[in-house]
Nanobody, 120 residues
């Protein structure tokens, strides 16, 4: 079983920056993980993909955050971060850390979420 804990959310003005972190634990995390990712859900909207990093190191981003957000990971510490720059009010959402297990076709393990609020 894998557990994920997010941190780093908060309130920031438009144009500002925040750094989110996700700490992963569990006996099978390092041997059964294909990718880690960030998703977000704004009030009244569906959860949407933000960014992902494959175990190989490859990354992908939603078009809405390309050039502003950077995903990275520390394999020794089992942590993942999302550096968010040039934040916009439309980035306001609850951000979730997620893991895609080997053999799975989608992300299936989720953290509890951390609130990011960007004021205009």
């Amino acid at each position: 079983q894998v557990q994920l804990v997010e941190s780093g959310g908060g309130l920031v003005q438009a144009g500002g920056s925040l750094r989110l972190s996700c700490a992963a634990s569990g006996r099978t995390f390092t041997t059964h993980t294909a990718a880690m990712g960030w998703f977000r859900q704004a009030p009244g909207k569906e959860r949407e993909f933000v960014a992902a990093i494959r175990w190989s190191g490859g990354t992908e981003y939603a078009d809405s955050v390309k050039g502003r957000f950077t995903i990275s990971r520390d394999m020794r510490k089992n942590t993942m971060t999302l550096q968010m720059n040039s934040l916009k009010p439309e980035d306001t959402a609850v951000y979730y850390c997620a893991v895609q297990r080997l053999g799975a076709t989608s992300f299936g393990t989720w953290g509890q979420g951390t609130q990011v609020t960007v004021s205009s």
